[in-house]
C-alpha cells in the first residue's frame, strides 16, 4: 500500500506525522486547556515525547498512523489525529482518534478529519473495525461518533476512569 504524500478537504490538510512535528505535539500533549474532558491523558513534555516516539513507530511497522492536521489556508497545525490498529475489547480494531488546540474547537474540524480517517480505513483495512474510545464527559466527541454513524458499544472502567467505546457499523 502506497501512504498518500497528504490528505485534503476544503479547509485542512493531513499527512503523516513526522519527527518535524516534535515541538507542536509536546506542546499540545502536554498542555492543560487541551484536555478538559480526560485530564489523565495529559502528558508531561517528556511523556510525549515518549507518546510520539510510539506513534511515530506505528507509521513504520504497520504502514498506518496518526497524521499532523494543519488548516489549509494558513498551515498552522490545530492538532493531530486519525487512525491506528489498537486492540480493544478483545479484537484487533483501528482507533480513531484526534486532539486538537482548544481554537480549533466548535468549527467542524474533528468530524471533518474523522470523516476522512474513516474513508481511509474503510478503503484500506476493510476487515478491521473502528472504533472510538472516549471519556463519559467529553460530549463532543460522542457527538462526533454519532454523527459519523458509530453506536455506542461498551461503557466501561479503565484505570479507575468512565470510558465509552463507539464503533462503526
Known amino acids: 500500500m502506497v501512504e498518500p504524500a497528504e490528505i485534503r478537504t476544503d479547509r485542512l490538510v493531513m499527512r503523516r506525522l513526522r519527527t518535524a512535528d516534535t515541538d507542536a505535539f509536546v506542546a ?18 517528556e511523556q510525549a515525547l515518549e507518546l ?19 488548516l489549509a489556508d494558513t498551515g498552522e497545525v ?11 475489547v478483545g479484537e484487533h480494531v483501528l482507533n480513531l482518534a484526534y486532539r486538537l488546540w482548544p481554537s480549533a474547537w466548535g468549527n ?18 476493510p476487515e478491521r473495525p473502528v472504533v472510538i474510545v472516549t471519556d463519559t464527559g467529553n460530549a463532543p466527541s460522542a457527538r462526533v ?17 468512565p470510558e465509552l467505546v463507539f464503533r462503526s457499523t
Open 28 to 45: 499540545l500533549h502536554s498542555a492543560p486547556e487541551a484536555h478538559p474532558h480526560d485530564g489523565w491523558s495529559r502528558r508531561t513534555p
Open 52 to 70: 510520539l516516539d510510539w506513534f511515530l513507530d506505528d507509521w513504520s511497522t504497520d504502514g498506518i498512523g496518526y497524521w499532523t492536521i494543519r
Open 78 to 88: 490545530i492538532g493531530f489525529g486519525g487512525v491506528r490498529h489498537a486492540w480493544e
Open 108 to 125: 467542524g474540524y474533528a468530524l471533518e478529519m474523522a470523516r476522512e480517517a474513516l474513508r481511509w480505513a474503510h478503503q484500506h483495512r
Open 145 to 161: 461518533a454519532e454523527k459519523l454513524g458509530f453506536t455506542l458499544h461498551l461503557e466501561r472502567h479503565r484505570d479507575g476512569r
